[in-house]
């Protein structure tokens, strides 16, 4: 079967920005950070730094009956949130095919870590002996990917990629590629992460790569990175079937490059990133002066920052001065496995409205990163393709590549 | 001479990069060790415990040679109450942004 055109006909989110879709657009384009200190999380006197992204207002019990939201950890939780109504949104009706053969790709990369750290707390804290039966079952990654095939009936291949920050990319390029071979005739993917546990927080801290005031990517002040959390999926079909039952089209799915640095656990090398951007735009048949807006991975820490900035030169060339680049990772924090869900939304989103979202927190430039980051304000431009970019610990880039239509 | 400090501080980088503490002097740059950022979080908690201290990001950044550790080190140690607890925030909480 020659390659199909992937369409995206769904989207679903929930995020520090807003608890479904036209909340999160209306934060991204009026570039409104959700960071500010933490709350309703155990021992935070034990942390050095008090801010972070969180989900503000979400009430489970708004959308799980019969006491089942006991049996879900709240990362799972945000994955059958956003699926809902990203299948919603799309308004596909599922066929007994689709059922049999619809994709789940899901990426996560810490899992249930509500649970496991419950059960811990069970165990040696509180000196129970025992703890809660569910655990494992909450506490497996592949929880949300699980929970999404049971609630929407979707039996096809169904399973969840961890790369730590890159899980999100990678889980939607593969769904990317299934439906444009055809190996399925629609797929959910994204990311979801709910990490927010003391013992996670304080593992983060003792990395020493989180800020303790804000997240400013790119800017010469930055001094690390902000935690988030959240859920976002997307609906993928082949484009012909899209447009012949009428449905709305957001934009194109149309290319997924993925490489390892085979360098350093934590510090980024330029070769890797840049080599995933070029594999994406080769698979989507752009040129790079094709490209007008990146979703830069633009984490806020000393490192990351400088290395994607000279990818991004090393890809485009003198190109590289007329594109936008910004990090949403400003307004709605780093959620680890969920970042490349959250952001794609928000590429997606700018494409389709014209409208890029800005780079928060900018206070001054930096001569090592010296592209325009669309400082602080929203900006309005039409441009034909974008790029999302995700690059994990362990050196693992996974690049998205998407289109208008 | 080293001091008690000093002493703990080679001792503990010792430890953590496998190497003999007779090599290590106080003006060895941590490059020359082969330390990476790797070991300097390492090295930063075992030598947090050691001292019963919390070392701050920003301290961190300027360190390059031992001797910058064993100051550092001082200096909290000099601020610190006589029983600090373990896991004592190092700096009042950021303001909200």
């Avoid at chain 1, 596909?92 to 811990?120: D, H, N, W, Y």
């Avoid at chain 2, 106080?26 to 979080?41: K, Y």
């Amino acid at each position: 079967m020659a390659p199909r055109k992937v369409a995206i006909t769904g989207l679903g989110i929930i995020s520090p920005l807003g608890l479904n879709l036209a909340e999160n657009w209306e934060s991204l384009r009026e570039g409104r950070p959700a960071i500010g200190p933490m709350k309703d999380i155990n021992d935070l006197e034990l942390l050095r730094f008090q801010n972070a992204a969180q989900v503000r207002g979400y009430d489970p019990l708004k959308h799980f009956e019969g006491g089942k939201e006991a049996y879900i950890d709240r990362f799972a939780q945000f994955s059958i949130v956003a699926a809902r109504e990203a299948l919603k949104d799309s308004g596909l009706e599922l066929t007994p095919e689709m059922r049999e053969q619809g994709a789940i790709v899901c990426g996560s990369a810490v899992g249930g870590q509500s649970a496991i750290e419950m059960g811990f707390e069970d165990l040696w804290r509180s000196g129970r002996g025992r703890v809660h039966p569910l655990t494992i079952p909450k506490t497996m990654a592949n929880a949300g990917a699980s929970h999404i095939s049971m609630d929407l009936g979707l039996s096809g291949p169904a399973y969840t990629v961890s790369t730590a920050c890159s899980s999100a990319n990678h889980a939607i390029g593969q769904a990317f590629r299934m439906v444009r071979d055809g190996q399925a005739e629609m797929a959910v993917t994204g990311g979801s992460e709910a990490m927010f546990t003391i013992g996670m927080l304080k593992a983060w801290e003792a990395m020493r790569v989180i800020a303790p005031d804000t997240c400013r990517p790119f800017s010469k002040d930055r001094r690390g990175m902000i935690l988030g959390e959240g859920g976002a999926m997307m609906i993928l079909e082949p484009m012909d079937a899209a447009k012949a039952r009428g449905a709305k089209v957001y934009a194109e799915i149309c290319g997924f490059g993925m490489t390892s640095d085979a360098h350093h656990l934590t510090q980024p090398a330029m070769h890797g990133p840049s080599r995933a951007m070029k594999g994406a735009l080769r698979e989507a048949g752009l040129a790079p002066e094709e490209i007008g807006y990146i979703n830069a991975h633009g984490t806020g820490t000393p490192g990351n920052d400088p290395v994607e900035t000279a990818a991004i030169r090393d890809v485009f060339g003198a190109h590289a001065n007329s594109l936008a680049v910004s990090s949403t990772k400003s307004l709605h924090g780093h959620a680890l496995g969920a970042a490349g869900a959250l952001e794609a939304i928000a590429t997606i989103l700018a494409l389709r409205n014209g409208i890029l979202p800005p780079t928060a927190n900018y206070n001054e430039p930096d001569p090592e990163c010296d592209l325009d980051y669309v400082p602080n304000k929203p900006r309005a431009k039409q441009v034909s393709a974008a790029l999302s970019n995700s690059f994990a610990f362990g050196g693992l880039n996974a690049v998205v590549a998407f289109r208008t239509v | 001479m080293a001091d008690d400090v000093a002493q703990k501080v080679i001792a503990t980088l010792a430890s953590v990069k496998r190497i003999p503490a007779d090599g290590i002097k106080l003006d060895t740059n941590l490059q020359e060790l082969g330390i990476d950022s790797l070991d300097v979080f390492t090295l930063l908690f075992e030598l947090e415990n050691a001292f019963k201290i919390s070392i701050p990001d920003d301290d961190v950044r300027s360190i390059r040679t031992v001797n910058d550790i064993v100051e550092g080190i001082k200096k909290l140690l000099a601020a610190a109450p006589a029983t600090p607890p373990p896991d004592a925030p190092a700096s009042p909480a950021a303001p909200a942004v």
